[in-house]
Nanobody, 126 residues
Framework: QVQLVESGGGLVHPGDSLRLSCAAS????????MGWFRQAPGKEREFVAA????????RFADSVRGRFTISRDNAKNTVYLQMNTLKPEDTAVYYC???????????????????WGQGTQVTVSS
Protein backbone atom coordinates (compact mmCIF):
# COMPACT_ATOMS: atom_id res chain seq x y z
CA GLN A 1 0.00 0.00 0.00
CA VAL A 2 1.36 3.40 -1.01
CA GLN A 3 0.02 6.65 0.37
CA LEU A 4 0.47 9.83 -1.64
CA VAL A 5 0.18 13.30 -0.13
CA GLU A 6 0.23 16.37 -2.35
CA SER A 7 1.16 19.87 -1.23
CA GLY A 8 2.04 23.24 -2.70
CA GLY A 9 -1.22 24.29 -4.28
CA GLY A 10 -2.63 27.78 -3.93
CA LEU A 11 -3.92 30.92 -5.57
CA VAL A 12 -1.57 32.63 -8.02
CA HIS A 13 -1.74 35.22 -10.79
CA PRO A 14 -1.36 34.48 -14.50
CA GLY A 15 2.31 34.22 -15.38
CA ASP A 16 3.34 33.13 -11.89
CA SER A 17 5.09 29.91 -10.95
CA LEU A 18 4.19 27.22 -8.45
CA ARG A 19 5.78 23.96 -7.38
CA LEU A 20 3.71 21.00 -6.30
CA SER A 21 5.14 18.18 -4.22
CA CYS A 22 3.91 14.66 -3.69
CA ALA A 23 5.33 12.64 -0.82
CA ALA A 24 4.97 8.88 -0.99
CA SER A 25 5.10 6.29 1.75
CA UNK A 26 6.95 3.02 1.41
CA UNK A 27 10.47 1.79 0.69
CA UNK A 28 10.23 1.07 -3.02
CA UNK A 29 9.51 4.52 -4.38
CA UNK A 30 12.05 4.12 -7.16
CA UNK A 31 10.09 1.22 -8.65
CA UNK A 32 7.05 3.38 -9.31
CA UNK A 33 6.22 5.51 -12.29
CA MET A 34 4.89 8.76 -10.87
CA GLY A 35 2.63 11.27 -12.49
CA TRP A 36 0.41 14.29 -12.15
CA PHE A 37 -3.15 14.62 -13.36
CA ARG A 38 -5.64 17.44 -12.99
CA GLN A 39 -9.36 17.95 -13.01
CA ALA A 40 -11.01 21.29 -13.63
CA PRO A 41 -14.62 21.98 -12.60
CA GLY A 42 -17.04 20.31 -14.98
CA LYS A 43 -14.27 18.53 -16.86
CA GLU A 44 -12.81 15.07 -16.86
CA ARG A 45 -9.50 14.33 -15.20
CA GLU A 46 -6.60 14.73 -17.61
CA PHE A 47 -2.97 13.72 -17.73
CA VAL A 48 -0.37 16.40 -17.05
CA ALA A 49 3.04 14.79 -16.66
CA ALA A 50 4.79 11.54 -15.78
CA UNK A 51 8.27 10.40 -14.83
CA UNK A 52 9.84 6.96 -14.79
CA UNK A 53 11.25 5.38 -11.66
CA UNK A 54 14.80 6.33 -12.54
CA UNK A 55 13.79 9.83 -13.57
CA UNK A 56 15.38 9.44 -16.98
CA UNK A 57 12.12 9.37 -18.92
CA UNK A 58 9.33 11.95 -18.81
CA ARG A 59 6.09 12.64 -20.64
CA PHE A 60 3.99 15.80 -20.80
CA ALA A 61 0.59 16.80 -22.05
CA ASP A 62 0.75 19.13 -25.03
CA SER A 63 -1.02 21.83 -23.02
CA VAL A 64 1.83 22.07 -20.48
CA ARG A 65 4.91 21.06 -22.46
CA GLY A 66 7.56 23.76 -22.22
CA ARG A 67 5.93 25.34 -19.16
CA PHE A 68 5.86 22.46 -16.66
CA THR A 69 8.65 20.15 -15.57
CA ILE A 70 8.45 16.99 -13.51
CA SER A 71 11.24 15.65 -11.31
CA ARG A 72 11.73 13.24 -8.45
CA ASP A 73 14.01 12.70 -5.50
CA ASN A 74 14.00 8.98 -4.76
CA ALA A 75 15.96 9.52 -1.55
CA LYS A 76 13.09 11.67 -0.27
CA ASN A 77 10.25 9.62 -1.80
CA THR A 78 8.99 12.78 -3.43
CA VAL A 79 7.95 13.84 -6.92
CA TYR A 80 7.66 17.47 -7.95
CA LEU A 81 5.75 19.41 -10.57
CA GLN A 82 7.26 22.78 -11.37
CA MET A 83 4.66 24.94 -13.08
CA ASN A 84 5.80 28.11 -14.81
CA THR A 85 3.94 30.74 -16.81
CA LEU A 86 0.66 29.63 -15.30
CA LYS A 87 -2.56 30.38 -17.15
CA PRO A 88 -6.15 30.59 -15.92
CA GLU A 89 -6.86 27.35 -17.81
CA ASP A 90 -4.38 25.59 -15.52
CA THR A 91 -6.86 26.03 -12.68
CA ALA A 92 -7.76 22.58 -11.38
CA VAL A 93 -7.32 20.10 -8.60
CA TYR A 94 -3.98 18.42 -9.19
CA TYR A 95 -3.59 14.76 -8.29
CA CYS A 96 -0.47 12.71 -7.81
CA UNK A 97 -0.55 9.13 -9.07
CA UNK A 98 1.72 6.10 -8.88
CA UNK A 99 2.02 2.87 -10.83
CA UNK A 100 4.44 0.06 -10.10
CA UNK A 101 6.08 -0.23 -13.49
CA UNK A 102 9.41 -0.12 -15.28
CA UNK A 103 8.34 2.45 -17.82
CA UNK A 104 5.60 5.00 -18.53
CA UNK A 105 2.82 3.04 -20.16
CA UNK A 106 -0.01 4.35 -22.29
CA UNK A 107 -2.46 3.04 -19.73
CA UNK A 108 -0.92 5.19 -17.01
CA UNK A 109 -1.22 8.29 -19.18
CA UNK A 110 -4.88 7.37 -19.65
CA UNK A 111 -5.33 7.31 -15.89
CA UNK A 112 -4.76 3.67 -14.99
CA UNK A 113 -2.75 4.17 -11.82
CA UNK A 114 -2.33 1.94 -8.80
CA UNK A 115 -2.50 4.75 -6.24
CA TRP A 116 -3.86 8.29 -6.09
CA GLY A 117 -3.42 11.20 -3.76
CA GLN A 118 -6.22 13.36 -2.41
CA GLY A 119 -5.39 16.33 -4.62
CA THR A 120 -4.32 19.92 -4.15
CA GLN A 121 -6.13 22.95 -5.55
CA VAL A 122 -4.35 25.28 -7.96
CA THR A 123 -6.17 28.46 -8.90
CA VAL A 124 -4.78 30.89 -11.45
CA SER A 125 -6.67 34.16 -11.46
CA SER A 126 -6.05 37.84 -11.79
Amino acid sequence: QVQLVESGGGLVHPGDSLRLSCAASGRTFGTYVMGWFRQAPGKEREFVAAISGSGRSTRFADSVRGRFTISRDNAKNTVYLQMNTLKPEDTAVYYCAAEKALYIAAGFIEGEADYWGQGTQVTVSS
